[in-house]
């Protein structure tokens, strides 16, 4: 089974930048798209930004033209740099996978949508 380790979240004053990386540990699951989402307090959880495998990404809104995600597949890791925040960006961010493992020859497989534990991330005014 893959695991998902963020780190990057802290304290960071409005229009203030942060880099959150998650790696993802290895297994004979492959790793497919990968994604951010975040949750503030007393809300739904929502989509940030995602990456497929080859690269392509998709944006919500409120990330385009500030938040860019990025993936090195060598070393089984997700980026996402946090540009211009401001307080309405606090909330717990958790990196998401889509794995999949092959079970037999005639390629049968298994998927696995997997998160991590979630890393802080706090802006103040």
């Known amino acids: 089974q893959v695991q998902l380790v963020e780190s990057g979240g802290g304290l960071v004053q409005a229009g203030g930048s942060l880099r959150l990386s998650c790696v993802a540990s290895r297994s004979r699951f492959s790793i497919r798209d990968m994604g951010w989402y975040r949750q503030a307090p007393g809300e739904q959880r929502e989509l940030v930004a995602s990456s497929t495998r080859d690269g392509t990404t998709n944006y919500a809104d409120f990330a385009k033209g500030r938040f860019t995600i990025s993936r090195d597949n060598a070393k089984n890791t997700l980026y996402l740099q946090m540009n211009t925040l401001n307080p309405a960006d606090t909330a717990v961010y958790y990196c998401?996978?889509?794995?999949?493992?092959?079970?037999?020859?005639?390629?049968?497989?298994?998927?696995?949508?997997?998160w991590g534990q979630g890393t802080l991330v706090t802006v103040s005014s």
């Open positions: 998401h996978a889509s794995c999949r493992a092959v079970v037999n020859v005639e390629g049968a497989y298994i998927d696995r949508e997997v």
